[in-house]
């Protein structure tokens, strides 16, 4: 079996935005115009394809990123050729969710993706979460191309939401297109690199027709089109200088150009039209072709042998060793547990064992199947820069990298961020507890930044998650899908513990009981961790991730080297429960300073406890304090709430970081402590007669109030 789509014409990207940009709306559109589905499925009536949970259709949200391969031939190809298979680029889209909560899906999709198409709302421009995504892409280095959605809104201005991107998200924001009216008179756009107007006609705007631009827009599309000239002339310096001189440069020379800064991020073109109104869909996947990379034009994954420890590169060639990563799982109802995984080099069949080499695992890989939301085709064969699901592994986690076994690479872990709200919650009946513990294995299997505790002193079972919403569908699914009732207390905030000055402690656990004793001496400095930086000098003798280091500074063997482990093991056990009111500790340097040992009776378990022992007495002296989590928060309101709303913020102990108008609406941006904002959207609806909105994301942690840590640790008592 022969790869059926060249690799240069295979495009691997996403679709990302803040929530109600029209993302899913947008994937619709992708999904009729390339002749994956006969009709167009809208949100508001709960039929979309992409949006297949039930909680999402009843919601009208994205909460799973869905993934979909179709195929596009590009509009200005004549019709007959776009149709035949060698014109055709191969798709595969991951539709991600906006919401804050659901934030782990759009970073986990960034880090397998080459590209990504971000949409705006039209009205709105960038909004907070487009910020936390566009930084999540700036981080996996992945290509954008912008598209300002909703043109056909009542209060939409492309102008506007243009120098939204250009302030807030990139100065190398480039305008590609303009539209040809705006509001209820949207009709189409301006294609500023062919100078060019194009129409969408026909009952859902298949068809494309080509004008002149209309007179009204003729001065416009000139000044914007030198703009865009110039500018791409800048990124190569061969254009640069045929520019100079005041040579013609032809459209393909620009379109080549453009291409190659897109693709190093030096320029993000923006695009615009209205997917509600099908205007501007198909010149977007125009520009996927033309401006995103394959997967040969990305630079080759690195990764680390396991066995030597030393980088390792992996291009995208079939003939390369197999590697791969797992970037989600997801229970599906009709097959069982889905392993999604991109394919950076080699291939690999239905029916052979997959080597997981980051557990060094062997499974038999049964079935692979490619996805369109939430329908199977099932396939023999994977190749080198492709997405696919693997059906029933027992053993892969999100991130574990799969090779080939003589070959062995593991890939970076995508790095997920901590839950920042918990919920205590107990099985309905004794049948429903085991059910219980198994729905939600599962479903913290699926999703990373959902975790599971139970509380030692209380034998309850909590759960933590990114925000209240999250953590309600979580409980939903476990209902529907496991069939589990339970009953779930008040949200409660993840607070956590820190200190704020050094400190020493020297700790000996000696027990004599006759025969074999016990005896651990440790002796240990404590200090506040700065904030991590990868980019920072570690010691050569520390182990540091993000939130701990421990460094061992003992000279001449005063514990032998077989002890040390277990004296870190310790030091991790005594952070688990602070020492203000329980809450775990963080940002903590301990280091390992002096000690002693026995020749018979030193063992791990009692380094162990003594080193426990130390960090806990060690942070006592340390003048530790409570830290709370605190949300950036956007508010939407008319401006005649105004003062109301900035009062109440201000009473929730928020900081008013800015103010700006978004049409007739006013904007308000703060940063406010979690524990304030429980039932906001509520109280939000009932002070602005129902006409204000919010949004809100977790932002840092923060020292609590004298005042306010006090009410804490009374409540914990």
Known sequence: MERDYPLERVRNFGIIAHIDAGKTTTSERVLYYTGSQHKIGEVHEGETTTDWMEQERERGITITAAAITCFWGPTYLPLDDRTKKENKYRFNIIDTPGHIDFTVEVKRSLRVLDGAVVVFDGVAGVEPQSETNWRYAEEANVPRVCFVNKLDRTGASFERSFKSILNRLSKNALRLQIPIGEEGSHEGVVDLLKMRAYYFEGKLGEDIVEKDIPENLKADAEKY??????????????????????????????????????????????????????????????????????????????????????????????????????????????????????????????????????????????????????????????????????????????????????????????????????????????????????????????????????????????????????LEILVDRMKREFSVEANVGKPQVAYKETITAEAETETKYIKQSGGKGQYGHVKIKIKPLPKYDPEEKVPKNAHRESGFEFIDSIKGGVIPQEFIPAVEKGVREGMERGVVAGYKLTDISVELIFGSYHDVDSSEIAYKIAASQALQESARKAKPVILEPVMKVEVIVPEKFMGDITGNLSSKRGQIEGMEERGELKVISALVPLSEMFGYVTNLRSMTEGRGSSTMEFDHYAIVPANVAQTIIESRQ
């Open 225 to 470: 089109h030198h703009e865009l000239v110039e500018k791409i002339a800048e990124s190569d310096d061969e254009l640069t200088q045929k520019y100079l001189e005041g040579n013609e440069i032809s459209v393909e020379e620009l379109k080549k150009a453009l291409r190659s800064a897109t693709i190093q991020n030096k320029i993000f073109p923006v695009l615009c039209g209205s997917a509600l109104k099908n205007k501007g869909v198909q010149l977007v996947l125009d520009a996927v072709v033309d401006l995103l990379p394959s997967p040969l034009d990305v630079p080759a994954i690195v990764g680390i042998d396991p066995n030597t420890g030393e980088e390792v590169e992996r291009h995208a060639s079939d003939e390369e060793p197999f590697s791969a990563l797992a970037f989600k799982l997801q229970a599906d109802p009709f097959v069982g547990q889905l392993t999604f995984f991109r394919v950076y080099s080699g291939t690999i069949e239905s029916g052979t064992y997959l080597y997981n080499s980051t557990t060094g695992e062997k499974e038999r890989l049964g079935r692979i199947v490619r996805l369109q939301a939430d329908q199977r085709e099932e396939v023999k064969k994977v190749y080198a820069g492709e997405i696919a699901a693997a059906v029933g592994l027992k053993n892969a986690k999100t991130s574990h990298t799969f090779s080939d076994e003589n070959h062995p690479i593991i890939l970076d872990q995508i790095k997920f961020p901590e839950p920042v709200i918990s919920l205590r919650i107990e099985p309905k009946t004794k049948a429903d507890q085991e059910k219980m513990g198994l729905a939600l294995k599962r479903l913290s299997d699926e999703d990373p930044t959902f975790k599971i505790k139970s509380d030692g002193e209380t034998g309850e079972t909590v759960i933590m998650g990114m925000g209240e919403l999250h």
